[in-house]
């Protein structure tokens, strides 16, 4: 048996013996890397967020980190290369509480925030689905989304001073064509049914979208192969950034700040689809173009890979989001992520909606380590989450 001589609390031990199990497939491989992952906690006698620290060599910066939710998803189609294939993509706008600084107070603002957007889209008979805890709709464009988001929080005189983030999903509808001669990406940023934008002009459109709605996170805004567009839209943060400076015009309290050990850049460059190992982090880290990394359990095929991608992002002092897992894998009511984004030192958790039950129970382990007085983790990041 695999797992005769197999210490639950060596984690590297584990995930060797996990690999060596034929025809296990990802979900299955984590589950059990998880159930050891338990089972080494209670060898220890530690809470599970304490033995997950103490793997990931994190004991002395363990803290809550911020909920920013998905509020909505913006359903939308896509058409393969092939010419024929139809997938569903989906585009999701997370939101964020960027003032409050205790994690009952976050937690209030967003879940009244959450039930307002849901209210509006309803009343305007535009939700055609639900997904990732919270409902779907199909708008033009993701600016008509934002702004629908924008008025629904504002009208409910929303505390926090709520600010969005997008994952423009966008590696996932990319497409190479041959221009002058040059191969060249094109994006389907308004889906299968609208033309395909060339890299500079999904790149203005990203950019109107950043200027417009004041985002704080821009998750996958190309593929991670086109680095010039991908530099070219951190380039614009970093200049208006040190305008801001210059001017004082900055109204908003990470509008100069940076994002983790990046001082250039006052918005969120997240690298979610190609990031599941420590290497791609290294790779990329020259390259300039990301300050944030989206970790994603599923995508890593197990906590030991996981835990080492955190340890690197710590190391170039990029910031670290927990995130559920992609689409390809069915969420469930399992708190896990919760204590190993404590345990890790993850500055936000993006654990889906408020309206679904599988993320509630990510979101209300946070508020009980946070309310726990005998808790080692019960520090709450609040508005420090850009510069942990």
């Known amino acids: 048996m695999a797992f005769r001589d197999v210490d ?26 998880m159930a050891c992952m338990r089972a080494g906690a209670r060898h220890s006698g530690l809470p599970l967020y304490k033995f997950i620290a103490t793997v990931a ?32 993509v989906y ?27 849901k209210r509006k889209v309803e009343e305007l008979k535009s939700v055609v689905g639900f997904h990732d805890g919270c409902p779907v ?6 600016g008509d989304v934002l702004s629908v988001i924008e008025i629904a929080i504002k009208e409910a005189m929303v505390e926090g001073n709520m600010k969005f983030g997008v994952d423009f999903n966008m590696p996932t509808m ?3 064509e041959e221009i002058d001669g040059i191969s060249k990406p094109t994006y389907s940023l308004n889906g299968a049914n609208k033309p395909a934008l060339h890299a500079p002009e999904a790149l203005e459109q990203i950019s109107s979208l950043w200027r417009q709605f004041e985002l704080i996170t821009c998750e996958d805004p190309f593929h991670e192969s086109d680095i010039q567009s991908l530099r070219q839209l951190k380039n614009k943060a970093s200049n208006t ?8 015009s900055g109204n908003m309290p990470y509008t100069t700040a940076g994002i983790g050990g990046d001082e250039t850049c006052a918005l969120q460059m997240c690298a979610d689809t190609p990031c599941f ?23 890593c095929g197990s906590l030991f890979k996981a835990i080492e991608l955190c340890k690197e992002a710590r190391r170039l002092n990029w910031c670290v989001i927990v995130g559920t897992d992609d689409d390809k894998f069915p969420d469930l009511c399992d708190n896990f992520l919760a204590d190993f984004a404590v ?24 508020l009980e380590l946070f309310e726990d007085e005998e808790s080692m983790a019960s520090t709450f990041l609040g508005k420090r989450f850009r510069k942990p």
């Open 137 to 142: 709709v199909h708008y033009e464009t993701l």
């Open 8 to 33: 639950p609390r060596n984690i590297k031990q584990v995930d060797d013996a996990i690999s060596a199990i034929k025809e296990c497939d990802i979900p299955s491989r984590l589950a059990i890397s």
């Open 174 to 176: 990319m497409k190479m």
């Open 57 to 88: 060599e994190n004991v002395g910066n363990m803290r809550i980190p911020m909920p920013s939710p998905t509020v909505l998803c913006r359903g939308i189609s896509f058409l393969k290369e092939d010419g024929e294939t139809i997938i569903p």
């Open 91 to 117: 585009q999701r706008i997370t939101m964020t509480p960027t003032t409050l600084t205790s994690m009952d107070g976050c937690m209030e603002a967003l879940a009244k925030a959450a039930y307002a957007v």
């Open 343 to 366: 345990g890790v030192g993850a500055s936000q958790i993006t654990a889906g909606g408020m309206c679904g039950a599988e993320s509630l129970s990510k979101y209300h382990r946070l």
């Open 277 to 299: 190992d420590s290497e791609f982090i290294r790779n990329y880290d020259g390259e300039n173009v990301y300050n944030t990394v989206k970790i994603k359990l599923n995508k």
């Open 241 to 248: 950034q040190s305008e801001s400076r210059k001017t004082g």
